[in-house]
């Protein structure tokens, strides 16, 4: 694949190893940077769909992959990941012009899957069974995982290259056989996984089939049909629970990795310097223009240097280039569709609205009157009960709040429908430690040091599950079977 937009393609669907012309006509796919169509996408209906988890339950239940040993699996996944690497350029092409990923978000939409496929052939081999201690027991206790079955994966549209590969290599690790759902907004990203599969590794026919459906009536037979074992899922916390509802008929298994509006507090003793607020501005606003559950879209700061570092960040936001991805330079790329950016600022008027004040954005870029983009903004004033303080944006909308105290602190960043993720910033590492243990989150980071290679996912409506994090990430793909034996 010399040419780098050789991923930008005209795809059927792909099911049992075959690309089959959608049943459903094609849709169009649009480059959300400068409002033309990218490629044309293909449609499926719920016979497609059913053909595919038909092709996915056979391939478990009695195909190849029903007797592939966990180092077979593991030779797979790294001829996969390695192709990933080899085909990074393409990728990177892929990703600029369908979801508009910059040149500084490069490694966690293009690398960072390729090394996600290599963990996972790592972890394939991990030991499936291990003997438990059992208090009291007569005899022994082996405990064994085994793999789900179909998995079902519905991806969104803001890293969907990463969440693609991710989940699907974590449910190959296992064993498992899926069908995957990438968002309409981005299709080309899982079906551009689909053609590196089906060209360049050895996974048969079945255990990965790539569907792109419009329709919710063909999207949700991913959620109840009954021969699915898993969904797992990422997207908005409202989707989410629908997807937890249909799927509770059947009681399939679910992973749910949902929204986020995560605080990041900074602790008065901090030392403040031009990194720490670039930073800061890039995990809370800028970084693909807040279109990630896990930025720190809340940032409470204590009376004693609240202006100064709102003075400074206002800076930073405003120097932030905004503008095509394709471009040299650019920081910050468009949101993805009009619809999005409308959404966006929708919010913001209604922050101002409800008090706020608006210190820099709140609108489309001067000069980008193509393109579904928004200025970095920046809202002080905000109070913790505030809309704009509860709702997830998914905008580069970052949201200051006043606090006095740590326990103000705690209590402000608690007050959330939410626990995805969250940060604390400060000079006594222990103080900052202690106030990261009391808040009701996921994942936090003290200092800019987030935690890494751990298990990923949020407390209340972020959902429940984890992803990642090693073994414990491939774990949620399988069932734990107990076995009693003889002393």
């Known amino acids: 694949m010399a040419d780098l937009r050789s991923l930008i393609d005209t795809y059927a669907v792909y099911i049992d190893g075959q690309w089959v012309d959608p049943d459903k006509g094609r849709y169009d796919d649009v480059n959300p940077a400068t409002e033309t169509v990218l490629a044309s996408a293909p449609d499926s209906s719920h016979v497609q769909v059913r053909s595919a988890i038909a092709a996915a339950r056979a391939a478990f239940d009695s195909g190849p992959w029903a007797d592939v040993t966990p180092e077979q699996r593991a030779a797979v996944l790294n001829q996969l990941g390695e192709a990933l690497l080899a085909h990074a350029d393409d990728f990177f092409a892929l990703a600029q012009r369908e979801w508009g990923c910059t040149e500084n978000e490069r490694v966690i939409h293009v690398e960072g899957p390729a090394f996600a496929a290599l963990n996972a052939a790592e972890l394939a081999t991990h030991p499936v069974e291990e003997q438990i201690e059992a ?65 360049h590794t050895d996974i048969p026919a079945g255990v990965v089939n790539v569907v792109a459906p419009t329709d919710i009536d063909s999207s949700k037979m991913l959620t109840v049909d009954p021969r699915i074992d898993m969904v797992s899922f990422t997207g908005s916390s409202a989707v989410g629970r629908e997807v937890m509802a249909a799927a509770g008929g059947t009681m399939k298994r679910l992973l749910l990795e949902c929204g986020g509006k995560s605080a990041s507090i900074v602790l008065d003793d901090v030392s403040l310097n031009d990194e720490l607020l670039q930073r800061m501005l890039f995990e809370s606003c800028s970084f693909h223009a807040g279109q990630a559950c896990i930025l720190h879209s809340r940032l409470l700061l204590p009376d004693t240097i609240h202006d100064e570092v709102v003075d400074r960040l206002v800076a930073l936001a405003q ?109 006594d590492v222990d103080r900052a430690l202690g106030v990261a243990r009391r808040i009701r989150t996921g994942q936090i980071a003290v200092n800019g040091f987030g935690p890494g290679g751990a298990p990923f996912g949020g407390f209340k409506q972020s959902g429940f599950g984890r992803e990642s994090g090693g073994i414990i990430g491939i774990r949620q793909y399988m069932e734990p079977k107990a076995i009693g034996l003889p002393a």
Not at 323 to 331: A, R, S, Y
Not at 379 to 392: G, N, Y
Not at 395 to 422: C, E, K, M, T
């Open 319 to 427: 120097a932030v280039k905004v503008g095509d991805p394709i471009d040299p330079g650019v920081q910050m790329g468009p949101l993805i569709s009009d619809t999005q950016r409308k959404r966006v600022q929708a919010h913001v008027d209604r922050a101002l609205d409800d008090g706020a004040k608006l210190l820099t954005g709140g609108g489309r870029p001067a000069g980008l009157e193509k393109g579904f983009y928004f200025e970095p903004t920046i809202l002080t004033e905000v109070t913790p009960d505030a809309a704009i303080a509860q709702e997830e944006v998914f905008g580069p909308v970052l949201s200051v709040l006043r606090y006095d105290g740590d326990d103000a602190a705690v209590r402000i960043a608690n007050n959330s429908q939410y626990g995805l993720s969250g940060a604390v910033w400060g000079t």
């Open 135 to 199: 208090y009291g027991a007569a005899g022994k206790t082996l405990l064994r995982y085994e793999p789900l079955g179909v998995v079902s994966i519905l991806t969104p549209w803001n890293f969907p290259h990463t969440l693609n590969v991710m989940k699907v290599c974590a449910a190959l690790a296992a064993g498992n056989t899926v069908v995957l759902k990438p968002s309409p907004l981005a299709p080309l990203a899982g079906l551009a996984l689909a053609r590196i599969i089906d060209e």
